[in-house]
């Protein structure tokens, strides 16, 4: 009996171990000239749990063909390359995930005071947003300097006001004046608690479940998720 009710002890004691711990996300973007790199980033269980996701080709195709984006998941070690896969962002799958989307906020009850409360839990300890212009003209570079400010400026209050920012903003807008220049880094760093993640993923089922035909939209949107990931090629 004592051995059980040790071993009790140590399957509560790493429950609530994990329900504490973080689970960690970043997101990196930058440009420069015409070289686009998009990398996205989770760890959890203390960094047991580790997935990177990296887009190092953006290319515009024209309005038929749409972006072209290629994705490479790297190994836990992100040493080896595990897998790589090209895709389309075209008008026609724009359309369908906006539909998706209405779908799912028309069978889940308060879905947008859902979505509030989550991104509450979200504690964000690193947020860097460097951008260099200029169009070949100092006025004129002025101008532009003083817009990209005011859209930083908008998306900066949007963040603060549904995320919990723990660290200092790093947000700069440098002119280059007389020469056309355009370059742009952004670090999103943050965390939630595996708890939190819990909790809100009961919520959402609980929500979808007092709707009709809410669970099984649900599902829907998680299968064809599930299926283009892995027939993406």
């Known amino acids: 009996m004592l051995w059980v009710g040790l071993v009790l002890l140590v399957v509560i004691l790493a429950i609530i171990l994990v329900a504490v ?40 195709r024209g309005f038929t063909k749409g972006i072209l984006i290629k994705s490479e998941i790297l190994s836990d070690t992100y040493a080896k390359l595990r ?9 026609d799958k724009v359309i369908l995930f906006y539909k998706q989307a209405r779908e799912a906020l028309v069978h889940t009850v308060k879905l947008y005071e859902w979505m509030k409360k989550t991104l509450a839990k979200i504690e964000c300890t690193e947020l860097k947003w460097i951008t260099r212009v200029g169009v070949g003209d100092a006025p004129e570079t002025a101008i532009t300097t003083g817009a ?6 908008s998306l900066l209050g949007f963040t603060m006001r549904y995320v919990q920012v723990k ?38 089922i609980a929500r979808a479940a007092k709707v009709k035909g809410g669970l099984r939209i649900w599902i ?10 892995k027939t993406a090629s």
Do not use: C, M
């Not at 996300?25 to 070289?35: A, L, P, Q, T, W």
């Not at 056309?180 to 939630?192: D, L, M, N, Y």
């Open 21 to 60: 711990s973080y689970i960690r996300g970043e997101f990196y973007f930058s440009r420069v000239k015409d070289n686009d790199t998009l990398t996205v980033e989770f760890r959890a269980l203390f960094g047991i749990i580790r997935y990177r996701y990296v887009i190092p080709i953006i290319q515009f």
């Open 83 to 91: 897998d790589e896969s090209k895709d389309h962002i075209t008008k």
């Open 148 to 153: 990209i400010w005011g859209i930083k400026s």
């Open 167 to 204: 660290a200092t903003p790093r947000v700069d807008v440098i002119p280059q004046f007389n020469e056309k220049h355009f370059s742009t880094e952004v670090r999103f760093a943050g965390r939630i608690r595996v708890w939190y993640v819990v909790l809100a993923s009961v919520s959402l």
């Open 220 to 229: 829907q949107i998680f299968l064809k998720a599930r299926s283009k990931l």
